[in-house]
C-alpha cells in the first residue's frame, strides 16, 4: 500500500505561482509513475502532469504546458508540481497519483490508470 499527502495549496492572485509538493510512504519501491490531476464542483477529475519515474520524462496536459512544471526527488519520494502565471480556470482541489508497474516510454493520463490518491489540496486563483 501507498500512502500520498499533498501540501502547498492555497490562494494566489492571477498570475502568481504555487508549488505543490506530494510525499509517498509505504511500498513505493514498484511505483512507476506519479501524476497530478485536479477537480473543479460538480466536474469530472482531469489530467494535468505525470512525471515517469524510470527515465525521468515528463508529459503535460495542454492547458497548462509552458506555465506548470513536474518534478521528482525519488530519495524523498516526493513529486512537486510548480505552478506559474496562475489564472482564475486554474481554480481546483489538486490530487496527487502513483501508478505501480507500466511502460517504459508510456505516459499515463487517465484516473483509472492509476493506484493510489492522495486527499487533494485547494488551489484558489483570484482574478
Known amino acids: 500500500q501507498v500512502q500520498l499527502v499533498e501540501s502547498g495549496g492555497g490562494l494566489v492572485q492571477a498570475g502568481g505561482s504555487l508549488r505543490l509538493s506530494c510525499a509517498a510512504s509505504?511500498?513505493?519501491?514498484?511505483?512507476?509513475?506519479m501524476g497530478w490531476f485536479r477537480q473543479e464542483p460538480g466536474k469530472e477529475r482531469v489530467f494535468v502532469a505525470t512525471i515517469n519515474w524510470n527515465n525521468g520524462g515528463t508529459y503535460y496536459a495542454t492547458s497548462v504546458k509552458g506555465r506548470f512544471t513536474i518534478s521528482g526527488d525519488n530519495a524523498k519520494n516526493t513529486v512537486y508540481l510548480e505552478m506559474n502565471s496562475l489564472k482564475p480556470e486554474d481554480t481546483a482541489v489538486y490530487y496527487c497519483a502513483a501508478k505501480d508497474g507500466g511502460g517504459y516510454y508510456v505516459y499515463y493520463t487517465k484516473t483509472l490508470e492509476y493506484d493510489y490518491w492522495g486527499q487533494g489540496t485547494q488551489v484558489t486563483v483570484s482574478s
Open positions: 509505504g511500498r513505493t519501491e514498484s511505483n512507476y509513475a
